[in-house]
């Protein structure tokens, strides 16, 4: 028995604290890029506000600012006024999950409220470059955590599978983005390399693991493919690989088992059908930057509806 | 070495006037006198610390928004002995046990009033009585199945019912809290003494919810009704459906339908619920009897609970012996119903509806506290000692313009207990509620909340006031 209202908050808790660990993810990994790479390669910040969804809610709070490396990561990481930022995800997250203290266990009530409060008093220490990978490594280490905590100690039931829903749904958008933005964009440069025939050192190896790298890929990608790495070969490893669990396929996969476990499912499971079916068509796109962009605001438009229909099934029928 | 003493004035609860310790907290005090100053603290930081990542917190209000506080809570706990406890265990049972005949009586034949015992004006002007209640019975006659009553000693030992809560006492979680805290503080201690547990309460409490289930139910789905995540008590409410495994509702999360039972919302659809333990007050139950703008409750509520498809604890209505002028009889509500004197005192009371003890109060006005009946939050209450002649004198005018309206306590010095204050220990003043069930038996907490006034001098316990809590041990003597 699980009432919708908390059914709600189970949900939006757990895309939360997914948001605000794959944000840490990212910036953590463009950070290990920028420095990386050679200045000239890489001057700009602000393929991470894209890949975060955050360009246009950055530009209103800064239109006169400059964009540099730390407005942008003081935006995602710690600015309490943007609701996309760690800092606000996490308070979202806890003020859900208050009101779901005698669903989850004990132990991840308190992972949760302890991340809060490290948030809380350490989110500035997030944005100095040289502090920055240990507040980002540190909350990473919590989410870990409590995804330890209810994988190991959590009834199956149908508040996990819930969570499990929300944290799937939210982890394949980010996925969705980094691919949509960045390896678009890589796979347009390269196009603008080969067709002029300039020489200009991208840099499209290193660029291809800190992309990788931005939803931890790199390494299982690596032992996957044993082989220098490939753009077109990371995107498929991305979005289809059945073995590694942050792939969009994978998530979808979880999707499925959630949506088949918890009631409803006759009316819920047709929209991962079509999740499934965008995502394999996405794969067919070929290699142009622009179509690859297409391709995953598709499979973003397939996550809402599944997003949509977790709300109407679960929500708003008991209403 | 921590030096531990007492003020001589004033009753210590865990040292005698000479300074020595009282016997059941004989094994604490030479733990206390054992550590250093820096050693004692280390324990408080470790158990605000533990206060922090369990999110034991409370609400308070401040510029209009909820901030949730870490619940402020000392380390030293207040011991008193099983004896002594035994007594005001049974004290309370007799106590409740003749307040729920009495609640029962006022919404069936009256007999206390047709008998003369209980003034019926009274009753008319009582803000509590609810006519909507009338002619219900509740399972086992019990109307108030949670309650709270406030405990305090004076300064010559004895032992007092300041009031009692019938309505939705607070607290129980933070006994709870406290006792799995202080374990880990005093680990040691717990092993060389016996000490009562306190952690059956909510077992006793899901068993007293069972107990009222309408149509014998073995198994009923029970739920925690709260009015929301921005209550001071939520934490609590949230606490106490977890332990009884029941589920936290709040009142758009449930719904009466044409069959006159309780449904709630699920991702499944509607599902019944049998028993309600509600927190939220008998005037935002159910819009439709009564506060039509609230938003808390739930329409039709009161109907099913008077087709008798749905318990509700505590009963619409059992707020009516939940007031001062009420509190001031209940020793002759004891005597009427049971036959038997009340086993602890209340706080002498005197009620300004009766001439002579009216007179009385208007001659000792200046050593007495006088409390209009009807109001709460301190309001309109005079402390003697402490008032100017003509503001004794505007409060005599009130008195004589509506007597019934008024009663009047000795003022009384609160016992102490030590307390960490600044890394020093000294006295702070302290009450103590115990909670009480009554289903179809009854059962009392071993101990209670023990709150403490914080700042020197203060009576004022509320946590919202500066106020902060102790553990209470019940410590086996004989």
């Known amino acids: ?319 | 070495m921590a030096h531990v003493r007492a003020q001589a004035d004033l009753w210590d609860e865990l040292l005698a006037p000479d300074g020595t310790p009282r016997p059941a907290a004989r094994e604490l005090i030479d733990q206390l006198a054992a550590l250093e100053h820096s050693e004692l603290q280390e324990r408080q930081t470790l158990a605000e610390l533990n206060i922090l990542t369990m999110g034991i917190t409370f609400t308070v209000y401040s510029d209009g928004r909820g901030i949730d506080r870490a619940w402020p809570f000392d380390i030293i706990p207040r011991v008193i002995a099983a004896s002594e406890w035994r007594r005001v265990e049974a004290g309370l049972t007799q106590r409740l046990r003749a307040v729920n005949m009495f609640i029962d009586d006022l919404y069936h034949e009256q007999r206390i009033v047709a008998d003369g015992v209980f003034p019926a004006d009274l009753l008319e002007h009582s803000k509590n009585f609810r006519p909507e209640c009338v002619g219900a019975s509740p399972v086992h006659g019990v109307w108030a199945h949670i309650s709270g009553s406030d405990l305090v000693r004076d300064a010559d030992g004895t032992m007092y019912v300041l009031e009692d809560n019938l309505r939705v006492p607070s607290g129980v979680s933070y006994v709870l809290e406290n006792r799995a805290i202080s374990k880990r503080v005093f680990a040691d201690l717990f092993a060389k003494q016996s000490i009562l547990p306190v952690d059956s309460y909510t077992d006793e409490l899901n068993r007293m919810l069972v107990s009222i289930a309408p149509d014998g139910i073995s198994n009923p789905t029970i739920a925690v009704l709260t009015p929301g995540i921005f209550n001071s008590a939520y934490f609590e409410h949230s606490f106490l459906a977890q332990r009884l495994g029941a589920v936290l509702v709040e009142g758009a999360d449930l719904v009466v339908a044409d069959d006159d039972c309780v449904y709630m919302r699920t991702i499944s659809g509607l599902e019944r619920v049998h028993v309600i333990y509600r927190r939220i007050d008998d005037a935002f139950l159910d819009p439709e009897v009564f506060r039509p703008d609230s938003v808390l409750g739930v329409p039709g509520l009161m109907r099913s609970w008077k087709a008798g498809k749905v318990a509700i604890a505590n009963a619409p209505g059992a707020g009516v012996a939940d007031d001062k002028v009420v509190y001031a009889w209940v020793p002759d509500i004891i005597r009427y119903y049971l036959g038997e004197e009340p086993l602890i005192a209340n706080v002498p009371t005197y009620r300004c509806h009766y001439p002579d003890e009216r007179q009385y109060v208007i001659d000792h006005i200046d050593e007495l506290v006088v409390k209009p009946a009807n109001e709460s939050g301190g309001y309109g209450l005079l402390i003697g000692d402490r008032a100017t002649r003509s503001e004794l004198d505007a409060h005599i005018a009130l008195i004589e313009a509506d007597p019934r309206n008024w009663v009047a306590q000795p003022i009384l010095s609160l016992s102490t207990v030590p307390t960490l204050c600044d890394g020093e220990i000294e006295p702070r003043h302290v009450d103590l509620r115990p909670f009480i069930l009554s289903g179809a038996t009854s059962y009392v907490t071993a101990g209670g909340l023990t709150r403490v006034a914080l700042r020197k001098g203060s009576l004022v316990v509320n946590s919202s006031q500066g106020g902060g809590s102790k553990d209470t041990w019940i410590v086996e003597d004989e």
């Open chain 1, 1 to 319: 028995m699980l009432l919708s209202r908390v059914a709600d908050n189970l949900y939006w808790g757990a895309r939360y604290l997914e948001r605000a660990e794959d944000t840490a993810r990212l910036v953590r990994s463009y950070t290990e890029l920028v420095i990386d790479l050679p200045t000239s390669a890489l001057s700009t910040w602000e393929p991470l506000l894209a890949v975060a969804g955050s360009s246009d809610a950055f530009q209103q709070q800064h239109a006169d600012a400059p964009v540099g490396e730390l407005p942008i990561v003081r935006h995602l990481v710690a600015d309490q006024h943007h609701p996309g930022s760690i800092t606000s995800s996490v308070a979202f997250a806890r003020e859900n999950l208050r009101t779901t203290r005698e669903i989850i266990p004990r132990e991840a009530w308190q992972t949760v409220n302890d991340l809060s409060l490290y948030v809380g008093s350490n989110a500035a220490s997030g944005v100095e470059r040289r502090s920055r990978a240990r507040f980002l490594g540190h909350l990473i280490g919590e989410c870990q955590q409590l995804d330890g905590v209810l994988t190991t100690v959590m009834n199956r039931d149908d508040a996990y599978e819930l969570w499990r829903l929300g944290q799937s749904i939210e982890r394949a958008d980010m996925t969705t983005r980094v691919v949509g933005v960045r390896a678009a964009a890589l796979l347009a440069a390269e196009q603008q390399v080969g067709a002029d025939g300039s020489m200009t050192d991208i840099h499209d190896d290193v660029q291809w693991m800190g992309l990788l790298r931005s939803v931890s890929a790199l390494q299982m990608y690596q032992r996957a493919t044993r082989g220098p790495i490939d753009g077109r070969a990371a995107v498929r490893f991305l979005l289809l690989d059945p073995m590694f669990p942050r792939s969009v396929a994978s998530c979808a996969t979880r999707i499925r088992e959630a949506l088949g476990r918890l009631p409803r499912s006759k009316r819920t499971l047709p929209v991962v059908d079509e999740l499934e079916r965008v995502l394999q068509a996405s794969a067919a796109v070929g290699e142009d930057g622009a179509s690859l962009d297409r391709a995953m605001e598709d499979v973003q438009v397939a996550l809402a509806a599944v997003n949509d229909v977790v709300h109407e099934a679960f929500v708003r029928s008991s209403v």
